[in-house]
């Protein structure tokens, strides 16, 4: 079965800068999607961004972007410019690529809380 | 278009109450998604629908937890018996297609957040 960690519980950022969340899975496929959400307070878990793992470019969305390490099986997200609306819950996940029985479900990490300082 | 919905967004029961929550997808969305969401942790899947077909329902943590899908639309998860481990954000999700090889993505749902006291 896979595992997701996120072993950050909680970290901050000031208005502008940079910060990094780290995530690492565990795997035994070598084909599979990565992916990073944002959940605010009102619960609605929205997509961040999105990693196939037979990429090796790293995926890029405006001011977010991952640095995919497919040998160390890390995937973690940089937030550019943070933003007050940036402040949120932030999930790590895994799905199979494969079909067969495990339908697409995601695997979540335990989420790591951004608060944005202004 | 409107995206999923659930209803209700909050319920409170007493322990040993059946609970009933309610989720629309995306119109035309073959895939549903059951999670259960605890406080302070990620959701962990519970079940999944391929159209009216429940295909895995491994995530189920016990037998007082039962989801339809009768019509292939509108799901419901049912909660018999209710305990206070029970007390968590049930989310819900579709996506278009079935699940098979290629990616797509889940549009969630805002949760029903059920407390059980």
């Known amino acids: 079965a896979q595992t997701v960690t996120q072993s950050q519980p909680e970290m901050s950022v000031q208005e502008a800068e940079t910060v990094t969340l780290s995530c690492t899975y565990d795997?035994?496929?070598?084909?599979?999607?990565l992916f990073w959400y944002k959940q605010p307070p009102s619960r609605q878990m929205i997509l961040v961004i999105r990693?196939?793992?037979?990429?090796?470019q790293n995926a890029t969305e405006n001011r977010f972007s991952v640095n995919f390490q497919k040998a160390a099986k890390s995937f973690s997200l940089k937030i550019s410019d943070s933003q007050l609306g940036d402040a949120a819950m932030y999930f790590c996940?895994?799905?199979?690529?494969?079909?067969?029985?495990?339908?697409?479900?995601?695997?979540f990490g335990q989420g790591t809380i951004l608060t944005v300082h202004p | 278009g409107a995206g999923v919905s659930q209803s209700p967004r909050y319920k409170v029961a007493k322990r040993g109450q059946d609970v009933a929550l309610r989720c629309d997808p995306i119109s035309g969305h073959v895939s549903l998604f059951w999670y259960q969401q605890a406080l302070g942790q990620g959701p962990e899947f519970l079940t999944y629908?391929?159209?009216?077909?429940?295909?895995?329902k491994s995530g189920l943590p016990s037998d007082r937890f039962f989801a339809e899908r009768p019509e292939g639309s509108v799901s419901t998860l049912k909660i018999q018996r209710t305990q206070q481990e029970d007390s968590a954000v049930y989310l819900c999700a579709s996506s278009p297609q079935g699940s098979a090889g290629s990616y797509n993505e889940q549009f969630f749902g805002p949760g029903t957040r059920l407390t059980v006291l």
């Open positions: 996940a895994y799905r199979s690529s494969a079909g067969g029985t495990s339908y697409g479900k995601l695997t």
């Open positions: 990693q196939e793992a037979y990429k090796q």
């Open positions: 795997t035994s496929e070598s084909d599979y999607y």
């Open positions: 629908f391929q159209n009216e077909a429940q295909l895995d």
